[in-house]
């Protein structure tokens, strides 16, 4: 049995990764697949301590987690069509609509 | 030991495609990337006996949201995206937040040298059969839970087609 303590070790490595992605990159869809490796992230602890407590609640967590991510990327990435189709740019700097 | 050895390969790979995710100028390649981290990520749930969600993360994430992820990335102008700055203006203030998260992270596993102080481990053996026993919260304990999961899910399929159709009649 390993320690615990290494897979969340690599959980908070790809959760700091998946922030700097979606903190510093331009293109929506590169913040998009920031915000599945956060959720990658998520799950690895979720699974890691789900087996450390010998349970599966945690496993059934990471589903719904799965679940939301799927329905956040079909969401987002409708959004998007609908934003390249009106302004023409997939660029997170120049969609400021909202902005005066 | 092997089970060591896996695990540290795993994370390379995990680790290295995931700043590759985030530094690549063409999305396409990002997307191919984001897929080598999902595979390794997918690698991690079976080291820990998780089978169900290994296959869930191989048929949903790789084979269902990816294909989603090309087919859009296909559908915008990557040209254009591939002339502009790669990182956003705020990079310094970005720079200082992700400083900020490293720290907090550091100082929350750290804990003053103790480590996580995670409570005892339940005594007895895990569920033998790893799918037998997801079934089996999902459809007992968890029943409202998955209820709602599908509800979100046909909401988003519906948003989805509203926000991608060109007019709303």
Known sequence: MMHTEYYIFLSSALFTIGVIGVLTRRNVLIILMSIELILNAVNINLVALSQYFKSVDGQVFAIFVITDAAAEAAVGLGLIIALFRNKETVNADEIDLLKW | ?169
Do not use: C
């Open chain 2, 1 to 169: 030991m092997p089970e060591l050895i896996t695990f540290i390969f795993l994370s390379i790979v995990a680790l290295v495609s995931a700043v590759m995710v985030i530094t690549r100028h063409n999305a396409v390649h990002s997307a191919i990337w984001l897929i080598g981290t999902l595979f390794a990520v997918g690698g991690i749930f079976l080291l820990q006996h998780a089978e169900f969600l290994f296959a869930v993360q191989i048929i949903l994430y790789v084979g269902g949201i990816m294909v989603l992820f090309l087919f859009v990335v296909m559908l915008v102008d990557i040209d254009v995206a591939m002339k502009q700055a790669r990182y956003a203006r705020q990079w310094q203030v970005a720079f200082v937040t992700a400083l900020l998260l490293v720290a907090i992270l550091g100082y929350a596993l750290y804990n003053h040298g103790t480590g996580l102080n995670l409570p005892a481990r339940p005594m007895g053996a895990a569920p033998a059969l790893n799918t037998q026993a997801v079934g089996s919260a999902l459809y007992q304990n968890y029943m409202l839970p998955t209820e709602i999961a599908s509800l979100l899910l046909l909401v988003a399929m519906v948003g989805a087609v509203i926000m991608a159709k060109r007019k709303l009649q």
